[in-house]
């Protein structure tokens, strides 16, 4: 046995389970989800929600069950129902097109999603150019783009930058969707920076602290792991940059899975050591359904790594925290 087997234990024969921490829900999926189960609870079924509230089946196929009903677009809502947006907000259009449905609308988009957008809007006004690093086709990017289609151009990696145009190469800002890699986000924004070197950065930090921190955590997990498994679905930008922030931290394999259920044996052969994480839409139940698999096959040891706490909490919608008190009021009564 080497040292560096020594050192990290990956292959000292014992079973274990290096179980990353954050993980799972963050506070704005939190806040999403917790604002449809409210708000069954106050009108009653159905209440509409534009597009999945966030990306994980299992989330979104409980709420189903609960009176949900999901739509790709605005117009799918009957007039004067409610529709709930999703926690990866919507363009400026989409309002309107509610308002023209005479919806009653809840907005459910992440705080730190409505952050980005009211960066947009400001650059817009005075008139920046707006590289928005991020996925084409991605609910937020489109919504985020919304804002300001004139003033912003997807740059989706390293690879688009040698194409991007700009009227003005002073006035040049980039802002990013918020569930992408930290390495490569920053990737291509030193590339951004060598095409542009007066490229503004926003003022703070786009890419959500959610992100940044279960990264870190599997990037420390699989340090340890010869196989990382994180779960996720896999429409889930944060979950699928995790599974490749672990291998470029140094897990042999890791994979995707919605659920324990999609764990292949065969991937523990030589294994002893296996990290296990979740992506930010999911709930505690599925990587509790991993760690029943996992110890049915001998891995029962469970170590906890983690690297950093989370305490950020973020309160419900305005219109369902207006319409809960004035409840609470009319019981006081």
């Not at 985020?144 to 004139?150: H, Y």
């Not at 140094?250 to 065969?266: F, K, M, R, S, T």
């Not at 419900?316 to 009564?333: C, G, I, N, Q, S």
């Amino acid at each position: 046995m080497d040292r560096d087997a020594e050192d990290t234990g990956r292959d000292t024969g014992r079973r274990r389970v290096l179980l990353a921490a954050p993980r799972g829900y963050c506070a704005g999926v939190d806040r999403a989800v917790i604002a449809v189960e409210r708000a069954l609870e106050k009108y009653g079924a159905p209440i509409y929600v534009r597009h999945e509230i966030v990306h994980n089946k299992y989330v979104v196929r409980t709420l189903e069950k609960k009176g949900a009903v999901f739509v790709e677009e605005t117009a799918e809502v009957p007039e004067g129902e409610i529709v709930i947006f999703s926690a990866h907000g919507v363009s400026p259009e989409v309002h309107r097109e509610a308002e023209r449905g005479r919806l009653a609308t809840i907005d459910a988009t992440c705080p730190l999603v409505t952050k980005v957008h009211k960066e947009a809007v400001r650059f817009a006004k005075e008139d920046y150019d707006i590289l928005l690093i991020g996925h084409e086709g991605h609910e937020e990017v489109v919504g985020t783009s919304g804002e300001a289609p004139d003033h912003i151009t997807l740059v989706d990696g390293p690879e688009d930058v040698a194409s991007v145009e700009v009227r003005d190469p002073e006035r040049v800002v980039w802002l990013s969707q918020t569930t992408l890699s930290v390495d490569e986000t920053m990737e291509t924004v030193d590339a951004l920076k060598t095409r542009f070197p007066l490229l503004v950065s926003p003022p703070s930090d786009d890419i959500c602290y959610a992100t940044q921190n279960r990264q870190t955590a599997v990037k420390q997990v699989a340090a340890e792991a010869q196989l990382v498994l994180v779960v996720g679905s896999k429409n889930s930008s944060n979950s699928a940059r995790m599974v490749e922030a672990a291998l470029g931290a140094g897990a042999d394999a890791a994979y995707l899975v919605d659920n324990a259920g999609e764990i292949d044996e065969a991937w523990l052969d030589g294994v002893t050591t296996v990290g296990l994480s979740s992506g930010a839409s999911v709930p505690e139940v599925l990587v509790d359904g991993a760690l029943e698999w996992l110890a049915a096959r001998g891995f029962e040891d469970v170590e906890i790594v983690q690297p950093m706490e989370e305490h950020i909490q973020f309160s419900l919608p305005k219109e369902l925290r207006r319409d809960l008190r004035a409840e609470a009021a009319e019981k006081v009564r």
